[in-house]
Nanobody
Framework: QVQFVESGGGLVQPGGSLTLSCVTS????????LSWYRQAPGKEREWVAQ????????EYTESVKGRFTISRDNAKNTLSLQMNNLKPDDTAVYFC????????WGQGTQVTVSS
Protein backbone atom coordinates (compact mmCIF):
# COMPACT_ATOMS: atom_id res chain seq x y z
CA GLN A 1 0.00 0.00 0.00
CA VAL A 2 1.33 3.40 -0.98
CA GLN A 3 1.92 5.71 1.96
CA PHE A 4 3.41 9.17 2.48
CA VAL A 5 4.05 10.12 6.12
CA GLU A 6 5.15 13.69 6.82
CA SER A 7 6.71 15.00 10.03
CA GLY A 8 8.81 17.81 11.42
CA GLY A 9 6.37 20.70 11.44
CA GLY A 10 5.80 23.05 14.33
CA LEU A 11 5.54 26.62 15.52
CA VAL A 12 8.46 28.87 14.63
CA GLN A 13 9.11 32.60 14.72
CA PRO A 14 9.63 34.58 11.51
CA GLY A 15 13.20 34.11 10.34
CA GLY A 16 13.44 30.70 11.93
CA SER A 17 14.11 27.29 10.38
CA LEU A 18 12.49 23.88 10.22
CA THR A 19 13.29 20.63 8.47
CA LEU A 20 10.42 18.48 7.24
CA SER A 21 10.75 14.77 6.57
CA CYS A 22 8.67 12.36 4.52
CA VAL A 23 8.89 8.61 4.83
CA THR A 24 7.30 6.59 2.05
CA SER A 25 6.37 2.97 1.39
CA UNK A 26 4.58 0.85 -1.17
CA UNK A 27 6.45 1.92 -4.30
CA UNK A 28 9.97 1.99 -5.72
CA UNK A 29 11.12 5.29 -4.21
CA UNK A 30 14.20 5.76 -6.38
CA UNK A 31 12.18 5.60 -9.61
CA UNK A 32 9.98 8.62 -8.90
CA UNK A 33 10.30 12.35 -8.94
CA LEU A 34 8.87 13.76 -5.71
CA SER A 35 7.47 17.06 -4.57
CA TRP A 36 6.48 19.01 -1.52
CA TYR A 37 3.11 20.74 -1.57
CA ARG A 38 1.38 22.98 0.93
CA GLN A 39 -2.11 24.18 1.73
CA ALA A 40 -2.71 27.36 3.66
CA PRO A 41 -6.01 28.00 5.46
CA GLY A 42 -8.73 28.86 2.96
CA LYS A 43 -6.47 28.33 -0.05
CA GLU A 44 -5.90 25.68 -2.68
CA ARG A 45 -3.06 23.21 -2.26
CA GLU A 46 0.02 24.48 -4.10
CA TRP A 47 3.24 22.98 -5.32
CA VAL A 48 6.37 24.08 -3.43
CA ALA A 49 9.40 22.12 -4.65
CA GLN A 50 10.36 19.13 -6.79
CA UNK A 51 13.33 16.79 -6.97
CA UNK A 52 13.95 14.40 -9.83
CA UNK A 53 14.44 10.67 -9.27
CA UNK A 54 18.25 10.76 -9.16
CA UNK A 55 18.26 13.87 -7.03
CA UNK A 56 20.36 15.88 -9.46
CA UNK A 57 17.69 18.40 -10.48
CA UNK A 58 15.52 20.47 -8.18
CA GLU A 59 12.89 23.12 -8.83
CA TYR A 60 11.12 25.59 -6.55
CA THR A 61 8.17 27.88 -6.62
CA GLU A 62 9.33 31.48 -6.82
CA SER A 63 8.31 32.45 -3.29
CA VAL A 64 10.64 29.91 -1.63
CA LYS A 65 13.69 30.10 -3.91
CA GLY A 66 16.85 30.71 -1.91
CA ARG A 67 15.14 29.79 1.37
CA PHE A 68 14.00 26.16 0.96
CA THR A 69 16.08 23.14 -0.06
CA ILE A 70 14.56 19.83 -1.14
CA SER A 71 16.62 16.66 -0.87
CA ARG A 72 16.18 12.91 -0.92
CA ASP A 73 17.85 9.76 0.39
CA ASN A 74 17.05 6.92 -1.96
CA ALA A 75 18.60 4.37 0.41
CA LYS A 76 16.18 5.35 3.19
CA ASN A 77 13.11 6.16 1.06
CA THR A 78 13.09 9.60 2.65
CA LEU A 79 12.36 13.05 1.28
CA SER A 80 13.31 16.23 3.17
CA LEU A 81 12.62 19.94 2.99
CA GLN A 82 14.98 22.32 4.76
CA MET A 83 13.19 25.62 5.31
CA ASN A 84 15.14 28.72 6.33
CA ASN A 85 14.17 32.35 6.89
CA LEU A 86 10.55 31.33 7.34
CA LYS A 87 7.84 33.93 6.81
CA PRO A 88 4.23 34.11 8.05
CA ASP A 89 3.08 33.38 4.47
CA ASP A 90 4.77 29.98 4.75
CA THR A 91 2.16 28.93 7.31
CA ALA A 92 0.40 25.87 5.89
CA VAL A 93 0.02 22.13 6.10
CA TYR A 94 2.88 20.59 4.12
CA PHE A 95 2.54 17.37 2.15
CA CYS A 96 4.92 15.17 0.17
CA UNK A 97 3.85 13.19 -2.88
CA UNK A 98 4.73 12.11 -6.36
CA UNK A 99 5.68 14.98 -8.60
CA UNK A 100 3.89 13.85 -11.75
CA UNK A 101 0.51 12.54 -10.60
CA UNK A 102 0.07 13.08 -6.85
CA UNK A 103 -2.21 10.62 -5.10
CA UNK A 104 -2.59 8.79 -1.76
CA TRP A 105 -2.28 12.01 0.22
CA GLY A 106 -1.03 11.71 3.79
CA GLN A 107 -2.08 13.80 6.77
CA GLY A 108 0.61 16.38 6.22
CA THR A 109 2.53 18.30 8.86
CA GLN A 110 1.51 21.72 10.15
CA VAL A 111 3.97 24.59 9.88
CA THR A 112 3.03 27.79 11.68
CA VAL A 113 5.21 30.88 11.39
CA SER A 114 4.22 33.48 13.94
CA SER A 115 5.70 35.76 16.54
Amino acid sequence: QVQFVESGGGLVQPGGSLTLSCVTSGFNFSNYGLSWYRQAPGKEREWVAQIYALGTITEYTESVKGRFTISRDNAKNTLSLQMNNLKPDDTAVYFCNWAAIPNYWGQGTQVTVSS
